[in-house]
């Protein structure tokens, strides 16, 4: 099976998804486009453990938006794939029109 998720317009990013039944030799392959503003880098986060009551705070664009508790244990991470090759990835586009839901309030109008 193989996935391309692309968006419509110039500013949509790209993931391309490879299953092992999809490529020649069993690989699985994952790759992501990101057409907007990207600060490239490569980061690994140990394996750890955890004391009850640990929070991790949630990071959004403008700044901290909150926490949440901490598991008691997280698995080493290397980017978005972690030691098991469990992978996360997104893909960002606009929708149809007449799906968009339009609210007044929170700079929306």
């Known amino acids: 099976m193989i996935f ?8 949509s990013c790209t993931s391309i998804i490879v299953t092992k039944g ?3 030799d069993g690989s ?12 490239p880098r490569l980061r690994l986060y140990p394996a750890a453990d955890h004391k009850p009551g640990e929070m991790v705070e949630i990071m959004g664009f403008r700044g901290k ?3 949440i508790r901490q598991v008691a244990h997280t698995y080493k991470v290397l980017d978005l794939v972690n030691e098991f090759q469990v992978a996360i990835g ?3 586009f606009d929708s149809r029109e007449k ?4 609210r007044s309030g929170c700079g929306q109008s």
Not at 4 to 11: K, R
Not at 28 to 39: M, N, Q
Not at 99 to 102: A, G, K, M, S
């Open 65 to 67: 938006r909150g926490q």
């Open 22 to 24: 999809a490529s020649a």
């Open 99 to 102: 799906w968009v839901i339009r």
């Open 28 to 39: 699985v392959i994952i790759t992501y486009s990101c057409d907007g503003e990207f600060f």
């Open 90 to 92: 997104e893909t960002t």
């Open 4 to 11: 391309f998720l692309a968006g419509v317009l110039g500013f």
